[in-house]
């Protein structure tokens, strides 16, 4: 039987991480085998293009041209480690997916939701998430956040951490919007609570939606 395909998504410093390494260890338990990945990156080259996009060197270029960088990750990672581990009955948990270029280049960075549209063909073809968790915080909870584990690690925010709050918070409503577009697709959890209460969300979700219907 094909395997699960779980998408992360929101704000930087909505949780995203720290709830896929807990959902997957509650779904080992279950003795399902789990694929974590993210996005950029998740294969060698999809990794070398994240530190193209992450280091800000390609910024200039502008989001049309970031957009078409994704797309070129994703399409390699889709192809050598998400359709191969679906395909081998793996759950796949993906830190981000097309919906982060959707707001990212497109809502946010004005990049044609048409262009985007072509670009996921290519990228994506059929291979789309069964289930995709919008993580909402509001945007100084998620930057506080960040901001405290940089202070921890001694680094340096990425390309898109340092842009200002506003951008932030129309990233927020952007991920909303599609949500509330694709309600068969996307669930929001409010993020800003702890960190178990919003697993306890995700793992309720996950049972109802998918393990149910694997059963
Ligand atoms: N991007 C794009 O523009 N277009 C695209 O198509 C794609 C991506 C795919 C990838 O960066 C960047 O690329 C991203 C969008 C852009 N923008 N940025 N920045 P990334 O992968 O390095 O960053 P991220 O995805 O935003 O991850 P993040 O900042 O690490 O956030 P997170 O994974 O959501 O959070 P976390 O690492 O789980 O938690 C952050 C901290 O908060 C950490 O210290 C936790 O211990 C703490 N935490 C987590 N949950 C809680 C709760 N509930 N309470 C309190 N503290 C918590």
């Not at 294969?43 to 502008?62: D, F, H, N, Q, W």
């Not at 960040?146 to 390309?159: F, N, Y």
Request: proline content about 4%; hydrophobic content about 45%; glycine content about 10%.
């Amino acid at each position: 039987m094909a395997g699960k395909f779980i998408t992360f998504e929101g704000g930087d410093g909505a949780g995203k991480s720290t709830q896929i390494r807990r959902l997957a260890r509650r779904l080992g338990e279950r003795g399902i085998h789990v694929v974590e990945t993210r996005e950029p990156g998740g294969t060698p080259i999809a990794e070398s293009i994240r530190k193209v996009l992450l280091s800000g060197m390609v910024k200039s270029l502008g989001p049309e041209a970031e957009a078409m960088l994704f797309a070129a990750a994703r399409a390699d990672h889709v192809d050598r480690l998400i359709r191969p581990a679906l395909a081998a009955g793996d759950w796949v948990l993906c830190d981000r997916f097309f919906d982060s270029t959707r707001v990212y280049q497109g809502a946010v960075g004005g990049v044609d939701a048409r262009e985007l549209d072509a670009l996921e063909r290519v990228a994506v073809g059929r291979n789309r998430p069964d289930l995709t968790f919008v993580l909402d915080v509001p945007a100084e909870v998620g930057l506080r956040r960040v901001r405290a584990r940089l202070a921890e690690s001694g680094g340096e925010p990425d390309r898109f951490e340092s842009d200002e709050i506003a951008l932030h918070e129309g990233r927020r409503q952007a991920f909303l919007d599609i949500a509330a577009r694709q309600p068969e697709r996307c669930v929001v959890v409010d993020a800003a609570r702890s960190e178990d209460a919003v697993a306890g969300d995700v793992w309720r979700i996950v049972a109802m939606r998918l393990l149910q219907q694997a059963a």
